[in-house]
């Protein structure tokens, strides 16, 4: 699961509205010789045809969460009722037998409510974060420690309509314990919980529907981007397919194929670069043109060139860009040292472009060396860098089936980061990170105790079972932070299983642990954690 938080973004989520560049009405500097308008520049796919791409879609769905501790409720609207009851037959296994009615009636289950938004071209079986809350006006108390079973997620006004199912979602609820303030334990988040099910399509549909036309601007697509990116459904329709390049920045793709010039004249093509060249000097939207410059190929690399020494920093970073995604190993050199230069408040786009961009080996070589900056988001941005680009210097372990531990070594400073939001995950930077010795600290609820007195050889930890406080269970960890992680949130043993198991902790209790062991100097590390899931969503937080 490629999870995402990623400065990348940075690199691939321009607006869409870019590609509509002959539209954008802006006046040029004073124009010299080979200075044209955008508009005698020549038709662009943009200017022809408009380029339907998937945008953000809001989902929602009821589902059923189990696994509370007697916070959950019976009460259930009859209709949702009818149709959790159908649902989950039809995912019982065959022969399987279970009393549905019954099980939505007991305590420790609860009817929710299940939103999230899918991101805009995201592919089948990428992952996304949702919200879960109980109904109103049931009485349930809380939803945490749950577990929301699988849930259909359809857009907004259709339920119980018998349509496509774009989504759905599983997992265990996160309830957050980090943010000051009371939380509202009615409501959480499952982290990467949302799966996109079906695969999106992007589709040209022209002003002037008819075959010629159809054919002329397929033609130029495929042979700008590759044979077979552009197929021709009907006249005046296009479906188009993102190249493997392109396949982590579908936007950029979209927005170049919208800026694409129909005419293909050498002399045209000359002006065009070079009014594209002054406009990314000159013009607020450097952006747009680029895009404009990207699509048109590698030939504007001689012009770019010059704006790779401009005094404008900013200029600089898009010039580089542009000429990195065209091939050109000068716009590398040129990120590289706005990415590594402390005084730059352009470093996280250059990162970001050059894993776009680079080579694997030229982004690796520049992540790992950001990876001892001096500033946190620096290196938490080039740790980001390094995940998308699968790099050994960060080891990764599944707990529990539900998160990761990962470890980064190539980091001098100490930091505990733990996500909330994308696949949850405890980054230790600076590995080995270890607990001292002579520690007592435990969950507010006084269910869990950390336990290590002076000379101890082990970490004792202690947990009381949730839903039956008389039974107590205890398990040794060495002084490693992973180590104790994975003992509190493994799943503990079943009958007559082997090994050492663990205590079953949640993500988030652990997340608040971790936060303890810091503060309290138990651990020698800084810790942070990452920003909260942002919906759009109306909804009372």
């Known amino acids: 699961m490629n999870i995402l938080s990623r400065n990348a973004v940075l690199v691939a989520a321009m607006p869409l509205a870019a590609f509509l560049v002959c539209g954008c009405g802006q006046q040029s500097a004073d124009r010299g010789p080979d200075d044209l308008s955008l508009e005698e520049l020549g038709p662009t796919v943009g200017s022809l045809a408009r380029i339907v791409a998937p945008q953000p879609v809001k989902v929602e769905g009821y589902g059923l969460v189990s696994g509370l501790k007697g916070t959950g409720s019976a009460e259930c609207p009859p209709r949702v009722r009818a149709y959790l009851s159908r649902y989950i037959r039809k995912q019982l296994p065959a022969g399987g037998r279970l009393d549905v009615d019954k099980y939505i009636d007991r305590p420790d289950t609860a009817a929710v409510l299940v939103e999230g938004v899918v991101p805009p071209m995201t592919p089948k079986g990428e992952y996304f974060d949702v919200f879960v809350s109980a109904l109103p006006g049931t009485q349930t108390t809380s939803l945490e420690g749950g577990w929301l079973f699988e849930t259909e997620l359809k857009v907004p006004g259709s339920f119980e309509v018998a349509t496509g199912v774009p989504a759905d979602a599983k997992g265990p609820i996160y309830t957050d314990k980090l943010t000051d303030g009371k939380t509202d334990s009615r ?86 670069i070079t009014t594209h060249v002054k406009r990314l000097v000159v013009s607020q939207d450097k952006l747009a043109s680029e895009i404009a410059l990207e699509a048109i190929g590698n030939q504007c690399l001689d012009e ?37 230069d402390k005084n730059s408040a352009l470093r996280f786009e250059a990162l970001a472009a050059i894993t776009a961009g680079a080579a694997r080996n030229d982004a690796t070589a520049v992540s790992r060396i950001l990876l001892r900056d001096d500033n946190f988001l620096v290196r938490l941005a080039a740790y980001e860098q390094l995940r998308l ?74 947990r009381r079972h949730p839903r039956r406080p008389d039974v107590i269970a205890q398990l040794k960890s060495s002084f490693e932070v992973g180590d104790i992680v994975r003992t509190l949130c493994d799943e503990p043993l079943k009958k007559d299983e082997e090994g050492r198991g663990g205590l079953g902790v949640s993500y988030a209790d652990a997340a608040v642990l971790l936060k303890q062991m810091c503060d309290k100097g138990a651990v020698q590390a800084e810790f942070h954690a990452g920003p909260m899931p942002n919906f759009g969503l109306n909804v009372k937080k």
């Open 304 to 340: 770019l060139s010059a704006l790779l020494k401009s005094p404008d920093e900013l200029v600089r970073l898009h010039a580089a860009r542009c000429t990195l995604m065209l091939g050109g190993d000068a716009g590398l050199t040129v990120l590289r040292e706005i990415a590594l």
């Open 389 to 462: 680009l699968d790099d050994t210097a960060v080891a990764q372990e599944q707990v529990a089936g539900s998160f990761y531990i990962e470890r980064v070594t190539q980091t001098d400073k100490k930091v505990i980061f733990v996500s909330r939001t994308g696949q949850p995950r405890v980054v230790l930077f600076g590995t080995p990170i270890s607990c001292r010795g002579n520690i007592f600290l435990g969950s507010a609820d006084g269910d869990i105790t950390i336990n290590a007195p002076s000379g101890a050889e082990y970490v004792t930890i202690i």
């Open 187 to 272: 409501m959480g988040h499952i982290l990467a919980g949302g799966k996109v099910l079906g695969q999106y399509r992007i589709g040209i549909v022209l002003n002037n529907r008819d075959l010629v036309s159809t054919n002329r601007i397929r033609n130029r697509i495929n042979g700008r981007f590759g044979r077979d990116v552009a197929r021709a459904i009907t006249a005046g329709q296009i479906e188009l397919s993102v190249p493997a390049r392109y396949n982590r920045y579908p936007q950029r793709f979209v927005a170049m194929v919208g800026s694409l010039y129909l005419v293909q004249d050498p002399e045209l093509n000359r002006r065009r």
